[in-house]
């Protein structure tokens, strides 16, 4: 089998830009239609395969495919998953186009297969919700489709990003802890997963900082694994167990507290619990666990919004959208006794 035509050898066979190469053949504006023409017949001659999607006068977009990708980890997430699931469908059906949901993984990921479709150029713009890989998700952004990642970023992933503002978030959820007179705090997670997990140490470490609280690194946990063992095991090499925990998810936060009450410890009497997501986990603990809310509708909404902007104008830079959050204070966090 011979190598895939891309959208960069029509360029370079052309001598023109990739953002011109895609604007033709998606139907958009931005090029005459003798260039259009040129491109088409060069495409055609070349072998590459495209949805020739098309745009309606008024500027809006007719019906098409919209791709939605995300790990099987981000699948298995079920109610982090779905509600982001459902507000990206909703709008997308809303434009009059159909969504197509490919989960991958690990040996899909590894080895850089693309959907069929995806591959094929028969979808107008993708969704990557969540960490895949850098070089899975740049497999996909080299295809010239326009792209919006959703909780996720990399300095080499370049396209757009909806993200939380998690540094701001995490600062908010530890000083509500030092509200409540807590002075050593600890941080559980696994910040070489993902930015967001490193951008919510951070805004941990800013929120000490500012506070003249000294970061004590034996109450640091960032390379656990989210699982009760690992958890339990770091627990065991701390000597003296802070008053209180932020934790990067809700996962971590639930692990936290049940290892707590195993060793006799009282939530939130002899320690506090903080967390971030506001998922199920957080709301089914016992106690309910405090945690940093994460609207995942208007997630959706936004990443559509973006999505279809970028489409129409593919030549604009790239731009991360940063959305707030709000404390949800629950029965998890109470002052130091």
Not at 126 to 141: A, E, P, Q, R
Not at 161 to 186: D, S
Not at 222 to 249: H, K, M, R, Y
Request: glycine share 6%; net charge negative; with cysteine.
């Amino acid at each position: 089998m011979g190598k895939r035509v891309t959208m960069q050898d029509i360029a370079d066979k052309l001598k023109i830009s990739k953002n011109s190469v895609s604007q033709a053949l998606s139907g958009k504006p931005g090029v005459s239609e003798a260039t259009r023409k040129k491109i088409q017949q060069t495409a055609k001659s070349l072998g590459y395969r495209y949805s020739g999607a098309k745009v309606n006068t008024n500027g809006g977009h007719s019906a098409g495919n919209i791709a939605l990708i995300a790990s099987e980890f981000a699948f298995s997430l079920k109610s982090f998953f779905g509600e982001i699931y459902l507000a990206i469908d909703k709008e997308v059906k809303k434009r009059g186009m159909n969504l197509h949901v490919h989960s991958i993984d690990d040996v899909t990921r590894d080895n850089l297969v693309l959907p069929e479709d995806v591959e094929n150029n028969s979808v107008s713009g993708i969704i990557v919700l969540s960490h895949i890989s850098t070089d899975y998700i740049n497999k996909i952004i080299d295809l010239g489709i326009p792209t919006v990642m959703i909780d996720h970023h990399h300095p080499f992933n370049h396209a757009d990003a909806i993200l939380i503002n998690n540094r701001f978030a995490a600062y908010k959820a530890v000083h509500h802890l030092i509200e409540l007179g807590h002075q050593n705090i600890g941080f559980v997670g696994n910040v070489d997963y993902s930015p967001s997990y490193l951008e919510r140490w951070e805004g941990y470490l800013l929120a000490l900082k500012d506070n003249d609280i000294e970061a004590k690194k034996e109450l640091m946990v960032t390379d656990v694994a989210e699982n009760g063992d690992s958890i339990n095991n770091a627990l065991n090499q701390i000597n003296e167990l802070p008053t209180a925990w932020f934790c990067t998810n809700d996962g971590y936060g639930f692990l936290i507290l049940t290892s707590l009450q195993t060793r006799g410890l009282r939530v939130p009497k002899d320690a506090s619990v903080c967390s971030f997501d506001n998922g199920q986990l957080s709301r089914i603990s016992t106690p309910t666990t405090t945690t940093m809310n994460v609207d995942l509708t208007l997630y959706g909404k936004r990443a559509i919004e973006q999505l279809f902007w970028r489409m129409d104008n593919p030549a604009e830079p790239f731009q991360e959208t940063l959305i707030d959050s709000n404390i949800i204070i629950r029965d998890s966090t109470g002052p130091v006794i």
